[in-house]
């Protein structure tokens, strides 16, 4: 089955430090990919997404992610933490021919930031 | 960017009745919109994509008896959960495809709890 991996459930910076959240896909045929970001009680905000033209997005907020076919991944980044970008982050997929809201999301990734 | 509104936000309801939750799209024509469910510390959900001035599409394990889905216009789409439970209790987030820009937009959205 199609699925969305995103290694630690938890990540924990220092203001001004490297973020780096991962996100893995398992497919053969290289889907489009998102990047959501979600504060407390609130719905999702798209950060970036991939639709197969550069394999380096820029998104909003400084974030930007890699898209590398060879190993599945597509992490999310960002040179220098701020304290607003605690929240939780998700990686999602869609896969060709698939319904324009059918994602498959990641189980999620909780960024915080300490002073 | 365009504009998703849920309502409401927060419902609290007595286990048994029905609640309604309204999804609009406030700056544009939204021919499709999703509905998801969000359990604690869990990933999304996709419950159904609800189509306007058709039957609403559920995804396997949906009860469409108990999740209501009407599109009536370009603009809203309603959840109703019908005879809640306490094991309703979810954050349920709507989005709504922007078909021009091609973008997904998601909802605030709302948080039901069944006592």
């Known amino acids: 089955a199609q699925s969305v991996t995103q290694l630690g459930s938890h990540v924990s910076v220092s203001e001004g430090a490297l973020v780096l959240l991962r996100c893995n896909y398992s497919s053969s045929v290289p889907p489009y990919l998102f990047w959501y970001v979600q504060y407390p009680n609130q719905g999702l905000q798209l950060l970036l997404k991939?639709?197969?033209?550069?394999?380096l997005v820029k998104g909003i907020n400084g974030f930007e992610a890699e898209f590398k076919k060879s190993e599945t991944s597509f992490h999310l980044t960002k040179p220098s933490a701020h304290m607003s970008d605690a929240a939780e982050y998700f990686c999602?997929?869609?896969?060709?021919?698939?319904?324009?809201?059918?994602?498959?999301f990641g189980k999620g990734t909780k960024l915080s930031v300490k002073p | 960017g365009a504009v998703v509104s849920q309502h409401p936000s927060r419902v609290i309801c007595k286990s048994g009745t029905s609640v309604k939750i309204e999804c609009r799209s406030l700056d544009f024509q939204a021919t499709t919109m999703f509905w998801y469910r969000q359990f604690p510390k869990k990933s999304l959900m996709l419950m159904a994509t609800s189509n306007e001035g058709s039957k609403a599409t559920y995804e396997q394990g949906v009860e469409k008896d108990k999740f209501l889905i009407n599109h009536a216009s370009l603009t809203l789409s309603t959840l109703t959960v019908t005879s809640a439970h306490p094991e309703d209790s979810s954050f349920y987030i709507c989005?709504?495809?922007?078909?021009?820009?091609?973008?997904?937009?998601f909802g605030e959205g709302s948080r039901l709890t069944v006592l």
């Open positions: 999602a997929v869609r896969w060709y021919g698939g319904s324009q809201g059918n994602l498959i």
């Open positions: 989005s709504a495809w922007d078909g021009p820009t091609g973008e997904l937009f």
């Open positions: 991939y639709t197969s033209a550069a394999t």
